[in-house]
């Protein structure tokens, strides 16, 4: 079936994802008093201020430009519930949103058996949402955020969404307090659009994380307050981009060197964070504070960000800040020397700092916006993020293939704010 597009919007949306997406009014599906169906999904539009760069999704070929997009927010998934005995239920979640191929491909992105052993004991084994950050079973759920997308400063340090193992949870109560321990692991993959070397054409490659362990807790009183506290560590295995090796100055060996250097073979990982939420009366707030550590050329990052919302009716306005900052690149130019000399040893300097250069994604965002819920289960939502991208960082950019190396170099040489509006419509049934 032929792809629907906004004028001048180079992501395509499927119109089967599109008509569906265009009556989201709908209760709940029971087929029977064991199978149930039900489901959520977005329908948007984004444009930014600037085509001289694209907003995007880390790891995914978005291209919010002046034109818009209607590519980065949309989605529809659709959940069968079956319970099977009294303490044994099996859940299929199928979802279709914009990949790092580029489709909108519907793919299973939970597909668990969960048995309740008691009130406190629960044990899951299949495919699993990956509880690395607050609302992680809900990241793909925009209705249940009060922004129009979990903040891309903080959420778009991990590429993987889901991973195939089991977890483990232990409910108890601590006076009024409701509290939650679990344990999990396993192994995940995930396909991303490789934009290191900006300028440069994506590649897709794979990011495979195994020997996956984490343990997560969170607290929740009975005021409105739930506070959250995970880590999780595992072994990365992730193909460089060979973009960044160059195809000229070295040695067929050391360019196989190279390679290795810039790309990651079972090597370790963690990442870890502290979140909070408060809801109670018309206030909602959140709060996250994230950190990514490697052994690796992944660089290591810190992210955080605060959102707060006040209700007055079926309208709620919010504001939010974020930011993701670089901490190290963990990987060092063996050929820095030779970067502003001419000739193939200079060119393989300059590639290589290239590739170094677009692991730089520094960058603060202020979110000001507004949420309408239409109907029960029907929100509108109006957002306007300003990007401040300091100077020698690409931020969450990408620039497309041009051939003006200079026009990439200026755009990461100076510090730049772009706009990005947002107009979506979200549901869950």
Not at 90 to 103: F, N, S, Y
Request: aromatic letters at 8%; a negative charge; zero cysteines.
């Amino acid at each position: 079936m032929k792809p629907i597009t906004l004028s001048g919007s180079a992501t395509a949306l499927p119109l089967w994802m599109a008509l569906l997406l265009a009556a989201p009014a709908q209760a709940q599906l029971k087929l029977s008093d064991r199978l149930t169906l039900s489901g959520f999904g977005t329908v948007g539009v984004t444009a930014a201020s600037t085509d001289d760069a694209h907003y995007a999704q880390p790891y995914r070929p978005d291209e919010v430009g002046r034109s818009g997009d209607a590519g980065l927010d949309s989605k529809l998934a659709v959940q069968a519930n079956l319970r099977m005995t009294p303490s044994l239920v099996g859940v299929l979640q199928v979802i279709a949103k914009h990949t790092a191929d580029d489709t909108f491909e519907p793919s299973p992105e939970w597909a668990f058996v969960r048995w309740d052993a008691s009130e406190r004991l629960s044990l899951r084994v299949g495919r699993i949402g990956g509880p690395v950050f607050m609302y992680s079973d809900a990241r793909d759920v925009n209705y249940a955020q009060l922004t129009a997308r979990p903040s891309v400063d903080v959420y778009g340090q991990v590429p993987v969404s889901h991973f195939d193992g089991a977890d483990v949870v232990y409910r108890f109560e601590v006076g009024t307090a409701s509290v939650s321990a679990s344990a999990w692991g396993g192994r995940a993959k995930a396909k991303v659009s490789d934009m290191t070397v900006q300028g440069a054409p994506a590649i897709e490659s794979e990011v495979t994380l195994d020997k996956l362990m984490g343990v997560n807790l969170s607290l929740a009183m009975d005021n409105g307050l739930t506070l959250r506290a995970g880590t999780v560590r595992a072994h990365v295995s992730l193909g460089a981009n060979e973009a960044a090796v160059p195809a000229g100055g070295l040695s067929p060996l050391q360019a196989s060197q190279l390679l290795d250097q810039l790309g990651a073979r079972r090597q370790p990982i963690t990442f870890s964070g502290l979140g909070a939420m408060y809801e109670h009366g018309p206030w909602q707030l959140n709060a996250e504070y994230t950190w990514l550590r490697s052994d690796t050329q992944i660089a290591d990052t810190t992210g955080w960000y605060v959102n707060a919302g006040y209700r007055w009716g079926v309208v709620t306005p919010f504001i939010g800040f974020s930011r993701i900052r670089v901490d190290d690149l963990n990987i060092d130019n063996p050929l820095v020397a030779y970067v502003a000399q001419a000739g193939a040893l200079g060119d393989a300097a300059r590639q290589i700092q290239a590739y170094q250069d677009g692991s730089k994604v520094a960058q603060q965002t202020l979110t000001l916006g507004l949420r309408w819920d239409v109907v029960d289960k029907v929100a509108v939502k109006v957002q306007w993020d300003r990007i401040f991208k300091p100077a020698q960082s690409f931020g969450g950019f990408r620039l497309e293939p041009s051939g003006d190396l200079a026009a990439v170099r200026d755009f990461y040489e100076q510090s730049r704010h772009v706009d990005v509006m947002t107009l979506n419509l979200d549901f869950v049934f």
